[in-house]
T-cell receptor, first 113, second 115 residues
C-alpha cells in the first residue's frame, strides 16, 4: 500500500493485560512517530524514531509503554499492564526526512475495560 | 516548550459561506506551523504548513493560512466552504530542535458545514 498502515484497527482488552500495536510506515521513510489521541489529553506525542539513532522517548507517559522499530521499518508500540486511562486512539506517522510532511495512519482504537 | 491554543471548539457555518478557524501559539524559539484535518474514523491529513518565506500559505481543498509573528497566530481560512469540509481541524507547531518534527497539537476545532 502507498500509505501508513496500522493494525489492529480496533482492540478491546481487559485491565492488566499487555497489548501490542503495529505500524507499517511508508517505504523509504526514515522517521516514524507515535502519537496518542484521547478525550482528556487531546493529541500527544509519544515517541520518535529516526533511522538507526536512539529513539526519543520523551513523550511516553509511563514505563509501561515501550516501542521498537525493527530494521528501520515496522514499529511496535507495547503497553504493559493496561489501565483504563490508556484507552485512546494510537496514531502512527512516518516522514521521509527532515522538514518533510508527516503522513498519518488511520490509528488503532484501544479500549481497556 | 511550545503550546497551541485553538479558541473555538466548534464552528458551525452554512455552505458557501467563508470560515476562519483560529490558532494561536506560544514558543520561546522559532516555530514551524501546520494545519491538519481529520475526517471521522480516519487519520490526520496535512492541509498546509509554514516553514519559512511568504507568510500566506495556500494548501489543499482551497484552504489558506497566514502566519502572523507579532500576534503569534496562524489562522486557517476558506472563502467558501462545502459540506465535505465537515471535519475536525488541528493546528500544530514544531521546532525541529534536534528532535525531529515532534508536533504539539491544539485541542482541535470541529467544523460543521450546514445546508
Amino acid at each position: 500500500g502507498a500509505g501508513v498502515s496500522q493494525s489492529p484497527s480496533n482492540k478491546v482488552t481487559e485491565k492488566g493485560k499487555d497489548v501490542e500495536l503495529r505500524c507499517d510506515p511508508i517505504s523509504g521513510h526514515t522517521a516514524l512517530y507515535w502519537y496518542r489521541q484521547s478525550l482528556g489529553q487531546g493529541l500527544e506525542f509519544l515517541i520518535y524514531f529516526q533511522g538507526n539513532s536512539a529513539p526519543d522517548k520523551s513523550g511516553l507517559p509511563s514505563d509501561r509503554f515501550s516501542a521498537e522499530r525493527t530494521g528501520g521499518s515496522v514499529s511496535t508500540l507495547t503497553i504493559q499492564r493496561t489501565q483504563q486511562e490508556d484507552s485512546a486512539v494510537y496514531l502512527c506517522a512516518s516522514e521521509r526526512g527532515s522538514q518533510e510532511t508527516q503522513y498519518f495512519g488511520p490509528g488503532t482504537r484501544l479500549l481497556v475495560l | 516548550a511550545q503550546s497551541v491554543t485553538q479558541l473555538d471548539s466548534q464552528v458551525p457555518v452554512f455552505e458557501e459561506a467563508p470560515v476562519e478557524l483560529r490558532c494561536n501559539y506560544s514558543s520561546s524559539v522559532s516555530v514551524y506551523l501546520f494545519w491538519y484535518v481529520q475526517y471521522p474514523n480516519q487519520g490526520l491529513q496535512l492541509l498546509l504548513k509554514y516553514l519559512s518565506g511568504s507568510t500566506l500559505v495556500k494548501g489543499i481543498n482551497g484552504f489558506e493560512a497566514e502566519f502572523n509573528k507579532s500576534q503569534t497566530s496562524f489562522h486557517l481560512r476558506k472563502p467558501s466552504v462545502h459540506i465535505s469540509d465537515t471535519a475536525e481541524y488541528f493546528c500544530a507547531v514544531s521546532t525541529f530542535t534536534g528532535g525531529g518534527n515532534k508536533l504539539t497539537f491544539g485541542t482541535g476545532t470541529q467544523l460543521k458545514v450546514e445546508l
